[in-house]
């Protein structure tokens, strides 16, 4: 059947040294979409990603891609699986197109198929003008885009992404960006980690929140925000902003203080701003709750020291 | 479902992907590799079989630079294997994540690992190419039997890339290999009859040498190099065939460890 999911995850666990790194998992990615799995470091995502690949063997739980069980046959589930990981491993020996040849040849791939799909991925990519240079030559964000040009060389159905764009420059995330969307406009399917709630936002039709490996919330992005955060934010910062705190608390929801800044949430902002004109020890910015905001409702404040 | 890390190798062809990768990388820096691997040997033989020879004269008969030359073969073939199943492979392994690519593609870890340590098998039957082109071209040998020399010495490199893939299993850096190199290799070397006969040393070492891998090689490529046969044949390879098997398959299991943990 069409909407079979191309890869379903059920009760997956898994346990390093005691500690709980994957707690009862369950997902289904459907054909077609962009699902995102967000969560902080240390949240379990990439192990995830790695037992989606036959890389880690799970405690618990069983996962198939398409149809097929994983770990038992992931070989014939990888022909049909792209792969960028968070960390290059791209050949510094070889050009560009001799990185896309070799690893054609991973998949068995006959070369005349290979040699058709070298330069077009090349295009994709936008490295024509590269194919003779070596990966040390190429800028992050190039190389990063020659890895996603590699993950396609077996023109897969399903690309697993682990946090692509972590580490690149404006430019080069909104031309990754660009591309991704363009992959799932011919019908690819993506299953995206990240920890960039604005890459998620943009690209991802439905979320999963993971937190010390458990699933804490699904939903689409907007979804998500309407379910659990009011409409309004309005952040305050400056010398006054903790009294400001204290004393307009009653005009919104709820309220939140980290460092200096005090964040309002509210559906009805009017109040709040109208107290705030007046007050000059304070500067002001009032915006729509986004995805940033969800997540560190769901996830907390605190750094992770395992980040 | 756990993955199993004692499971006999499942072998696949998808091993050769991983080999030719290896080969291309090898082509592009082939010249200054080989000569590396001719220089040393070319020195030895130069310093010690003809400035040794001279105040040695001969061993069993055959003047000290033939004695050498078909022995140190053996050495360069060892070493050579060892060092890209240690240091290369360890670049490839661990520093530039090669083998993490690939395994994204349907290939497995048993794959590499096969293709490993037959790609440093290979590689050292190029040094040993080019080592008896020089034996040949300075007239130290010209036996016909050399040429049967060729796939025994591809034995010799299949046993040290399958015991240096242990080691390399184990590594957290390239220094741990010092170690391989100073207790085991360079000691094996002096106990192996490549320099002076095993039954030069006293009774115990003897016995001790005639387990050593090395040891089994120089007596089955030093005669084939001088123009004779073995005085034996089945208990020397059943030495490389022991420490070759027992190598990689503890290399498999240790790596699979080390992945998959």
Redesign the interface.
């Known amino acids: 059947m069409a909407s079979d999911p191309l890869l379903r995850i059920r009760h997956l666990s898994k346990r390093?040294a005691g500690q709980t790194v994957v707690d009862d998992l369950s997902l289904d990615l459907r054909p077609g979409e962009c699902l995102g799995v967000i969560g902080p470091n240390g949240a379990g995502k990439t192990t995830t990603l790695r037992m989606c690949?036959?890389?880690?063997?799970?405690?618990g739980g069983t996962i198939e891609a398409f149809g097929l069980p994983v770990?038992?046959r992931v070989?014939?589930a990888?022909?049909r699986?792209g792969?960028v990981?968070q960390?290059?491993?791209?050949?510094?020996?070889?050009t560009c197109a001799?990185n896309l040849r070799?690893?054609g040849?991973?998949?068995?791939l006959p070369r005349g198929v290979i040699e058709a799909r070298v330069p077009k991925l090349l295009e994709f990519a936008a490295l024509q003008a590269k194919a003779g240079a070596r990966p040390g030559e190429l800028s992050g964000g190039m190389r990063r885009r020659l890895s996603l040009g590699?993950?396609l060389i077996?023109d897969p159905d399903l690309l697993l992404l682990d946090e692509p764009t972590t580490g690149l420059d404006p430019q080069a995330r909104h031309l990754m960006w660009e591309r991704l969307k363009l992959l799932l406009q011919q019908g690819k399917s993506i299953l995206l980690t990240t920890h960039f709630m604005d890459e998620a936002e943009r690209l991802c039709d439905r979320l999963i929140v993971l937190d010390h490996g458990r699933k804490i919330a699904e939903g689409t992005p907007r979804g998500l925000i309407a379910e659990h955060l009011e409409s309004d934010v309005v952040e305050v910062y400056g010398d006054g902003a903790r009294a400001a705190a204290e004393r307009l608390r009653p005009l919104v929801a709820r309220t939140e203080v980290s460092g200096e800044t005090v964040f309002f949430y509210t559906r009805e902002p009017r109040p709040l701003l109208g107290a705030l004109t007046d007050d000059h020890s304070v500067r002001t910015l009032h915006r729509p709750a986004n995805l940033e905001d969800l997540f560190l409702k769901l996830t907390g404040r605190q750094i992770r020291d395992d980040a | 479902?756990?993955?199993p890390l004692y499971r006999a190798p499942q072998p696949s062809l998808?091993f050769w992907?991983?080999v030719?990768?290896n080969l291309?990388?090898w082509k592009?820096l082939a010249v200054p590799s080989v000569m590396g691997n001719i220089a040393e040997p070319l020195i030895t033989l130069i310093a010690f079989g003809y400035g040794l020879g001279s105040l040695i004269g001969a061993i069993g008969g055959e003047p000290y630079i033939r004695y050498l030359a078909s022995g140190s073969i053996a050495v360069s073939c060892a070493l050579a294997a060892t060092f890209e199943a240690l240091y290369s492979a360890f670049s490839r392994m661990h520093v530039?994540?090669?083998w993490?690519?690939?395994?994204?593609?349907?290939?497995?870890l048993d794959d590499i690992v096969f293709a490993e340590m037959l790609w440093a098998a290979l590689k050292s039957l190029f040094s040993v190419g080019a080592i008896l082109l020089v034996i040949f071209a300075l007239d130290i040998s010209r036996a016909p039997t050399m040429l049967l020399a060729v796939p025994l010495l591809g034995v010799v490199g299949v046993t040290f890339a399958s015991v240096a893939l242990v080691f390399n299993a184990l590594a957290k850096g390239y220094d741990f290999f010092t170690y391989y190199f100073t207790l085991v290799l360079t000691p094996m070397t002096f106990l192996s009859g490549v320099y002076f006969p095993v039954e030069q040393m006293p009774a115990w070492l003897q016995a001790v040498a005639h387990v050593l891998p090395l040891t089994a090689a120089v007596e089955l490529v030093r005669p084939l190099v001088l123009g004779q046969w073995p005085a034996q044949w089945l208990q020397p390879l059943g030495v490389l065939a022991a420490y070759a098997a027992v190598g990689y398959y503890v290399a498999l299991v240790l790596t699979r460890r080390r992945?998959?943990?």
């Open positions: 390093y690949l036959g890389l880690v063997g799970p405690d770990p038992a070989r014939e990888k022909a699986i792969v990981t960390f290059d491993s791209l050949d510094p020996d070889f001799e070799v690893y040849r991973y998949f068995g590699r993950a077996n | 479902m756990l993955i998808r992907p991983v030719r990768r291309l990388v592009k530039q994540r090669t993490d690519g690939i395994l994204n593609a349907p290939v497995a992945f998959f943990r």
